[in-house]
């Protein structure tokens, strides 16, 4: 072993630094917008399941009940909210309105933003679970959930309500 030669030891100079840093930005530019559509499509799909659980909640109480039961949508531009409320004069047990204590009455909801829907103002299931729609009968209700920033095929839903009740949800291109 030789004691007199030095091992070389060498750093980073400043050019392979910035290269380095070039590689890591355009890779972040090739990765935030692919990352800013999977949270849009996350979002649409989220709110498309939390309003599919409202509506058969509403659904299953007016079977279990016995009497019609219907959820109520409120939309401004791109924040709604969703009501599922038992029959007029029907008593509320405080245990089941303990998640919207603001709305009296109203036993679940759900107030999600980002998303624009539109379609009916309320849904109202009878004791059998079927829609009550009055002279209209037999008619499909449609729902349409949209992200504020649509720009891909996912990022827009439509919730069919059968007149028999059943419910199916499908991804739509945006408009």
Known sequence: ???????????????????????????ATIAVPSLQQLLRNNRVAAQNNELIALIT???SQ????????????????????ANVRPPA??????????????IPGVIRCASL??????????LTFNNRGFLEQGADAWVTERLTLEHQGCSGNRQAREIEVLPTGQVTSQAIGCP
């Open 89 to 102: 004069g029907e008593g509320v047990d405080p245990v089941d309105d303990a998640g919207c204590p603001d």
């Open 1 to 27: 072993m030789n004691i007199g030669s030095r091992s070389k030891v060498r750093g980073v100079t400043l050019v392979e630094l910035m290269i380095i840093i070039a590689v890591i930005a355009i890779a």
């Open 62 to 81: 007016a079977i279990r009940r016995n009497q019609n039961w219907q959820i109520e949508f409120v939309s401004n531009g791109f924040a709604w909210s």
């Open 113 to 122: 933003q980002g998303v624009s829907l539109t379609g009916p103002a309320r």
């Open 57 to 59: 909640l509403a659904k």
